[in-house]
């Protein structure tokens, strides 16, 4: 018998070890290495292994650091929330309003999740230039004379770009938290002559909540942690946010401890964001719907872990 | 993306021991001086270059090359004959920056790369980290054929060695759209004219606070470092300077083909490029325009360094004897339209093309070649305060 228990207790072993591996080598400890270098110096362009808490109080003293970051949020929040307004509807319309081809229409959302970020970004190069399709267009009716400067290369264009690409990650999990609803329910609250709007504020919202901070939490992190939208299509006001600025000091300013501080504290933000989220989610989602979304834990890599 | 960085440095860091521990192909052995080649020279460099590749490889040496270039300098024009006729596959990185490049052989990259580009700033950098080797002079014979302003300036030398082999060198030029530019400009603070409102692009480098400490007369022909070690009380009159253009900046360009895409697509009338802009820019029919601004402007000047850990030194030594010829040198210049350092080179090219050949000597106090310097990170956090200024 033991003959046999061995090898499949190995198999077990080795079937943990993977996961467990791979989490380890692969993301925490790159995180703990980022969390020492926040403490080490730099001396004459060297990094010395001399712990200090420099790297922090330059951040927090030099306004560039804490304003940028602000900056970033800022462009995520207003992301996020375009992103939650142009998910809900859709999810709510292919969970409950769609019938025939309801996967197609799912995929149609999904698809252009397959298609490099790069290219989509350029797309919109073409899209909004002043030479663009855009300007063309509004140029040819007749609704503009001079072709919008402001399309591309500001502010507008970076957070168009990352609402086109993130919305995606807000849907699906709105989606599926809506799917999971009984339909039970809600025939309980139209037998109780609740009107549509009641049974969508007293039932199906609550209970897709859950959906809505995961989705949101996704949106967010991901946007904030984005360093390519405002490299192609930020202009003289939207150039640098915080990942910018992260890439800048490992790479041309070789200040890697200062680097880490500031990849430290987005760190902070994003696991405080992730655990109120998930607090949020375990008060909401006790219902037949409360499907537990786990917020994504990889979201402070942003799309630099997809690119790497 | 904080960790990914980290984990790319890391995984780089861990390729670099491991190759290191591989074992050398090419051999370190002792090698003699070798002997010059020379060919019977026609009007054509390509057909040339085919000549010259057959003498210097014989038989193929065999390995690999890792380099990590500026944009255009392993083109394969000149890249490919030479990895047929030597057996030799080259692999090429494009660096972003001058900084880019110093911080990737720091991170370990000098173990896993075997020739660099770098410019008159990084170069210093690069041989003070000891992240170099010296050249064996007896076994690049053409080395002497190159322009003796080039192999003088002191930046590719130390302690009686040489550490970089003349590349090319070139101005940062004020480039602009002659058919929207008119009067055609004349100086940087040109720029600053409010009629340019959305239409300049500027590169996103420190190299943006150099032209408006020049603009501002900072530049100091007796004290050329002075540009590179500005006071914080200069740095702050800099960043004033540079804030004050920002209204006219559409976006700041992060390679040559941003720039050239910018032009052609009708978003910017001019800004601060390289001469390879300008060569594409014509090749594509841009009726681009190129000047020297009177208040002088940075330039650079690119060697060929051989990194510490490079093994494979048969290769890397016949690609730096082939890198000296006058057909390789007329070759990148067709590429890059920058000037080359080897003058012969002149020999295959049209009367126009000479014409955008000059001796450093000739340029005197108008260019400014980028020095490195311990106040560089500062510049960049002041550059990084003028992008995040809304």
Redesign the interface.
């Known amino acids: 018998m033991s003959a046999t228990r061995s090898p499949r207790r190995y198999g077990r072993l080795l079937f943990a070890a993977l996961p467990i591996g791979w989490v380890t080598v692969l993301l925490l400890l790159p995180y703990l290495f980022l969390f020492a270098h926040s403490f080490f110096r730099l001396v004459d362009g060297q990094l010395t292994h001399q712990l200090t808490l420099e790297n922090y109080g330059r951040l927090f003293g030099t306004a560039l650091y804490p304003n940028t970051i602000l900056f970033s949020a800022g462009i995520a929040a207003r992301v996020t929330l375009a992103s939650l307004c142009l998910a809900y509807p859709l999810a709510y319309l292919l969970a409950f309003k769609v019938r025939r081809h309801k996967n197609l229409l799912y995929m149609a959302v999904i698809i252009p999740l397959w298609v490099s970020y790069l290219v989509r970004a350029y797309a919109w190069k073409i899209i909004l230039g002043q030479e663009g399709v855009l300007n063309g267009f509004l140029m040819s009716v007749g609704i503009i004379r001079e072709p919008l400067a402001v399309l591309l290369y500001s502010k507008w264009a970076v957070m168009l770009a990352l609402v086109h690409i993130y919305t995606p990650f807000t849907l699906m999990p709105i989606y599926a938290v809506l799917e999971a609803i009984p339909p039970a329910l809600k025939e309980a609250s139209t037998d109780l002559y609740a009107s549509r709007w009641q049974t969508f504020r007293h039932v199906v919202l609550p209970l897709s909540l859950p959906g809505v901070v995961a989705g949101c939490t996704f949106a967010f992190v991901l946007s904030m942690g984005d360093f390519i939208a405002p490299i192609l299509l930020g202009g003289n006001d939207s150039a640098l946010m915080v990942s910018n600025l992260v890439v800048s000091l490992f790479g041309v300013a070789f200040n890697w401890p200062l680097g880490a501080a500031v990849s430290v504290v987005m760190l902070t933000m994003t696991v405080t964001l992730l655990t109120m989220a998930r607090k949020l989610e375990d008060r909401w989602g006790g219902g037949p719907a409360g499907r537990r979304l786990d917020a994504p834990t990889t979201g402070g890599m942003g799309r630099g872990a997809l690119h790497a | 993306?904080?960790?990914?960085?980290?984990?790319?440095?890391?995984v780089l860091a861990a390729l670099g021991t491991l190759s290191a521990c591989g074992g050398d192909k090419g051999g370190a052995a002792a090698h003699g001086p070798a002997t010059k080649i020379s060919i019977q020279a026609t009007s054509d460099a390509g057909a040339d270059a085919a000549t010259y590749l057959k003498q210097l490889c014989p038989k193929p040496l065999g390995g690999e090359l890792n380099f990590m270039v500026w944009e255009g300098y392993t083109d394969t024009l000149f890249t490919k004959p030479f990895e047929q006729a030597c057996g030799v596959k080259v692999n090429a990185t494009y660096m972003?920056?001058s900084?880019?490049l110093?911080?990737k052989l720091?991170a370990g990259g000098a173990e896993t790369i075997d020739l660099v580009s770098p410019s008159s700033d990084a170069i210093t950098?690069i041989i003070d980290a000891g992240l170099a080797q010296a050249l064996d002079l007896a076994r690049i014979p053409s080395y002497g054929d190159l322009m003796a302003s080039f192999r003088d300036l002191s930046m590719a030398r130390r302690e009686g060695s040489v550490y970089g082999l003349p590349w090319a060198f070139g101005p940062n030029p004020l480039i602009y759209d002659t058919t929207k530019v008119k009067p055609a400009p004349t100086r940087w603070a040109d720029l600053w004219d409010p009629k340019y409102r959305?239409k300049l692009s500027m590169q996103?480098?420190i190299a943006t606070l150099w032209m408006a400490a020049q603009t501002l007369g900072f530049d100091q022909a007796a004290d050329r470092a002075h540009l590179y070690n500005l006071s914080d009380e200069e740095l702050g009159a800099v960043k004033t300077k540079a804030l004050a253009l920002?209204?006219n900046?559409?976006?700041?360009w992060?390679t040559a083909g941003d720039m050239t895409q910018l032009f052609q697509?009708?978003?910017i009338v001019a800004g601060e490029g390289w001469p390879l802009m300008t060569a594409q820019l014509r090749a594509a029919g841009f009726p681009a325009g190129e000047i020297i601004p009177e208040e002088g402007t940075t330039a650079w000047a690119d060697h060929w360094v051989l990194t510490k850990g490079a093994r494979n030194l048969d290769a890397a030594y016949a690609w730096l004897e082939y890198a000296a010829q006058p057909f390789t040198q007329k070759l990148m210049a067709d590429v890059t339209n920058y000037i080359v350092a080897n003058p012969t080179a002149k020999r295959y090219m049209s009367p126009d093309q000479v014409a955008t050949q000059r001796d450093i000597a000739d340029y005197g106090t108008k260019v400014n070649f980028w020095q490195w310097s311990?106040r560089r990170?500062r510049y960049?956090?002041i550059w990084?305060?003028v992008?995040?200024a809304?």
């Open positions: 993306m904080q960790s990914s960085l980290f984990v790319r440095a890391t972003g920056s900084d880019d110093v911080a720091r950098q959305g996103d480098d920002k209204p900046i559409r976006k700041y992060a697509s009708g978003e311990p990170e960049t956090e990084n305060e992008k995040a809304k």
